[in-house]
Nanobody, 127 residues
Framework: QVQLVESGGGLVQAGGSLRLSCAASERTFRAYAMGWFLQAPGKEREFVAAISRSGGSRSYADSVKGRFTLSRDDAKNTAYLQMNFLTPEDTGVYSC????????????????????WGQGTQVTVSS
């Protein structure tokens, strides 16, 4: 059972930045592909970003391309989501997710692709 714990959320003004962290309990973290999803108020959860187990492949939602960067540090069992130029539309609960990946450069963009989820961290962007 992999446990994921997000941190780094908070309140920020539009145009500001935040870095979210997702710490995993699993020692074989490098075997897992990771993803981030956003549930905005009144909306369904949606894909934000994904990274392969190798870190060599990434995917981003169109709404965050050029502003968000997903990375991973396997030595720390942690994935990071750097969020820049935030807008009020980025407000919501951000959750990280993980799944075992047998191909080093595969990433996953659908909720159903993932097995393990964190509790989420709230991000609020004021205008």
């Amino acid at each position: 059972q992999v446990q994921l714990v997000e941190s780094g959320g908070g309140l920020v003004q539009a145009g500001g930045s935040l870095r979210l962290s997702c710490a995993a309990s699993e020692r074989t973290f490098r075997a897992y592909a990771m993803g981030w999803f956003l549930q905005a108020p009144g909306k369904e959860r949606e894909f934000v970003a994904a990274i392969s187990r190798s870190g060599g492949s990434r995917s981003y939602a169109d709404s965050v391309k050029g502003r968000f960067t997903l990375s991973r540090d396997d030595a720390k069992n942690t994935a990071y989501l750097q969020m820049n130029f935030l807008t009020p539309e980025d407000t919501g609960v951000y959750s990280c997710a993980a799944r075992l990946s047998y191909r080093s450069n595969d990433y996953y963009t659908k909720e159903n692709d993932y097995v393990y989820w964190g509790q989420g961290t709230q991000v609020t962007v004021s205008s």
